[in-house]
């Protein structure tokens, strides 16, 4: 037993001694920094063969999606790179400097591949951190995690609205290199999500990652996002509301005429529709192709529908309150044809023109009704397919 705890004494010691002997010190820190800042030029690509292009390993990770902008047709994210590369210039051995294995500098002290978004929707400028680091490893490599704001254009087609779907895509380009200079490798195929927040209105339902080149031979990496809209707060704020509506206009037909109502009730219907257009429209861009938005139509439609009504009504008041008693022959025969309970046939009872007002008021409300019944069914059936 004495033996034991004796070799666990030593062992203990020897561990403790070795630390004590390769730990790192604020001189070799410092001693290191001065040699690799000291002759280091951060303009020279750091490649012992220029011949060979620098290797870019390269990831991006999102970590919100702000806002997508139809009618800019623009995204706005968060997110931040992960960029690994070989430094020739940066090479240590780490038993000379106390056992360093990596250092921190500042970004302006080394060589930094010039990177920006060529697809940007703002001003276009580098993606640089002002006052960011990079860390370096004795190996050489270079880990620059540079992050920001991203805005770029995307093509917003929106004729789906409010189960539309977007595909965008994040164009990053070596500006100033060629693909002989600069080659960017993806790390993952695909965006990395692990510290993302999921957004209320989109939902992000893949990513893709991409190396390619662009015509001049610029190397760029691009970073495909799939977003889904929720179409939830639409359905129950905009198509529902815009459907129970129209149905309500063809109720109009069943007020009395002595209530004065029916002209003002119709168009305070169609006034309500024009709103909801207007509100539809300043949610998406003002385009027309590849054609005008589905709910658009649904909404242009159903006004449609309440200007007919409109009309309907009018005509009706204007047959229910007609002074003159005479009533052409084939409007007789109408009546008597359509065979509605407002029509008596008895020879002996007066046809009047209330009951022709009548008569018309209930061939309008089953046309408008069974028409405005099948039009919403089937716009709302196309909307929810797509």
């Known amino acids: 037993m004495a033996d034991y705890f004796t ?3 030593l062992l203990i010691s020897t561990s403790y001694l070795t630390k004590c002997c390769f730990a790192a010190k604020f001189s070799d820190m410092r001693e290191l920094y001065n040699n690799l800042t000291g002759d280091h030029n951060r303009y020279l690509r750091p490649t012992d063969d220029q011949s060979l292009a620098t290797t870019i390993a390269t990831s ?11 009618v800019k047709g623009t995204v706005s994210i ?16 780490p038993y000379t400097y106390g056992n360093i294995t990596s250092i921190v500098l500042p970004l302006d002290l080394v ?12 001003k276009i400028k580098y993606i640089r951190m002002k006052g960011s680091s990079v860390r370096i490893e004795h190996t050489g490599t270079v880990i620059w995690t540079p992050g920001s704001r ?18 965008c895509m994040l164009e990053i380009v070596a500006w100033g290199y060629s693909n002989s200079e600069i080659v960017f490798n993806s790390t993952f195929d695909k965006v990395m999500t692990l510290f993302y927040s999921s957004n209320s209105e989109w939902e992000l339902t893949k990513t893709k990652a991409l190396n390619r080149y662009l015509q001049d031979g610029v ?9 889904k809209r929720r179409p939830v707060f639409y359905v129950f704020n905009l198509i529902l509301p815009a459907s129970l509506m129209a149905l309500l206009n063809t109720l109009v037909f069943i007020l009395p005429q002595e209530s004065g109502e029916r002209i003002s009730f119709s168009i305070t219907l169609l006034l309500s529709g024009i709103v909801f257009l207007t509100i539809t429209q300043n949610l998406l861009p003002a385009i027309a192709l590849p054609s005008l938005a589905n709910v658009c139509v649904f909404l242009i439609g ?17 047959l229910y309150y007609k002074r003159d008693q005479y009533i052409p022959v084939w409007v007789e025969k109408f009546g008597l044809f359509m065979r509605f309970p407002c029509y008596n046939h008895q020879t002996s009872v007066p046809v009047t023109w209330k009951r022709i007002a009548a008569l018309w008021d209930i061939i309008s409300f089953c046309i408008y009704f069974i028409f405005c019944i099948v039009w919403n069914i089937q716009c709302i059936t196309s909307l929810y397919q797509t």
């Open 7 to 9: 070799f666990m004494l």
């Open 60 to 70: 991006f990770h999102i970590v919100t999606l702000q806002e997508i902008n139809e």
């Open 78 to 93: 968060t997110g931040y790179f992960d960029l690994k590369w070989k430094d020739v210039s940066l090479l240590w051995n």
């Open 111 to 122: 060589w930094t591949p010039p990177i920006l978004a060529a697809n940007s929707g703002e």
């Open 150 to 167: 991203f805005v770029f254009t995307c093509s917003i087609n929106s004729v789906n609205f409010p189960f539309d779907q977007h595909e």
């Open 219 to 227: 190397p760029e990496i691009v970073f495909i996002l799939h977003f």
């Open 302 to 318: 159903n006004m449609i529908i309440s200007g007919f009504v409109i009309f309907s009504v009018i005509i009706s008041s204007w």
